[in-house]
């Protein structure tokens, strides 16, 4: 994009009066502005999309192409592109300078032209195509700094757990921006022991990436300092409240499986409630603690840690509101009661297949394009 300055813009004037280009270009021309020509709608335009312009000064009334048709065509051909028309009228008709704003003029000048308000109106519009074309770079800027965030996010959420052989391991994250507030992570602890986490941050962007980063860090190394849920969760907070901004926490659930003993440890701070389904009885359990405080609201919390035996065939899903907060038309969430009767009916489909089929559940109750959360799952089969 071309950085202007007030003194090297380059407008177009479309006129089939030659008195009102020529009255135009020799005021603007004064101001050392590059002023070029066109008689009609028609060259204007291909000169328009041809050739860059800071401003264009267009007639309403003009033999081929009027005004209004010139502005709808400039507007549809050249989407990104911010640059001010003016729409020259003789009349003072309102209802012709509302259909002119309503179909994309910016400003409007009145015939016979009055070379001071001339001025003013190119300076004042100048003015503000130079403070939208730097708010337009800052923001390509912002876009690919965006990218890059996202591309590093992508990486530290795993989407392969292969090298986990037992329990067997799958998930889903789907982010409401580029990139979101949610995250999941198995920790392969030693032969015998497996952790899983999963973590919900307020708010969503790079605030809540940064945390999300912070975070997974922090609990990939308590994960290898100690082997009781509810101790990591306090180390981790408290860790956590030193560079956490105002007013943000996050939810936290964290579970330790040791296959040797059958036995699921596992302790929450603040989180949705996982769903165990049960293959002996084909019953659902919430995994459902006296839960304590979300994850860095203040300097030291204390969380309660439950175990529960688990069997061949049962399975664990951990998640984020997002899935069970996801609403179709009537504004009606998804909910827990729906999530577990999904599980019980396809609890013979595995792995990320069943992840898929649960996706496209949600999708075909929900709205997915209005999504007002991170979407993120972790199925564990036992």
């Known amino acids: 994009m071309r950085n202007i300055s007030l003194s090297n813009a380059k407008i177009l004037v479309i006129d089939d009066s030659k008195l009102n280009r020529t009255v135009i270009r020799k005021t603007l021309s004064e101001l050392n502005f590059s002023v070029d020509e066109a008689e009609d709608g028609e060259s204007g335009l291909e000169r328009s999309l041809s050739e860059k312009f800071d401003i264009i000064f267009v007639d309403t009334v003009m033999p081929k192409m009027d ?34 704003l309503n179909i994309g ?65 799958s998930g889903k994250y789907l982010p409401m921006e580029d990139i979101g ?24 962007g790079i605030p809540a990436a940064l945390i999300v980063t912070m975070a997974k860090m922090i609990f990939s190394v308590y994960s290898s300092v100690t082997e009781s849920p509810k101790e990591l969760l306090s180390s981790v907070n408290k860790d956590v409240y030193k560079f956490m901004f105002d007013g943000q926490y996050f939810s936290a659930f964290y579970a330790l499986y040791d296959n040797k003993k059958k036995i699921l440890k596992f302790s929450n701070a603040g989180h949705t409630l996982p769903l165990l389904y049960r293959s002996s009885s084909g019953k659902i359990l919430s995994l459902d603690t006296n839960s304590g405080f979300f994850v860095g609201i ?26 069970t907060e996801m609403k179709n038309k009537n504004r ?7 999530l577990a009767k999904f599980i019980t009916k396809n609890r013979d489909i595995s792995g990320n297949d069943f992840c898929s089929k649960l996706l496209n559940e949600v999708m075909a109750f929900s709205d997915f394009s209005d999504k007002s959360d991170d979407l993120t799952f972790m199925f564990i089969e036992f």
């Open 67 to 100: 005004g209004i048709d010139f502005i709808k065509e400039i507007k549809s051909k050249k989407r990104n592109d911010f640059i001010p028309l003016v729409l020259m009228t003789g009349n003072d008709d309102l209802n012709a300078k509302i259909k002119g």
């Open 332 to 338: 009606e969430d998804f909910g827990e009661k729906a």
């Open 298 to 323: 203040m300097e030291e919390s204390y969380y309660e840690e439950k175990a529960v035996k688990v069997e061949k065939g049962d399975c664990l899903i951990l998640y984020t509101d997002g899935l």
């Open 181 to 204: 507030g949610d995250f999941f992570d198995v920790y392969k602890i030693n032969e015998d022991k497996t952790a899983f986490v999963i973590a919900d941050v307020t708010g969503h």
């Open 105 to 169: 003029a910016d400003d409007f000048l009145q015939k016979p032209i009055n070379q001071k308000e001339l001025v003013a109106r190119t300076m004042s519009l100048l003015r503000l195509k130079r403070t939208h074309d730097l708010l337009f770079e800052r923001n390509m800027l912002i876009k690919k700094e965006l990218e890059a965030a996202k591309k590093i996010q992508q990486f530290i959420i795993p989407h392969d757990f292969s090298h986990i052989p037992y329990p067997k391991i």
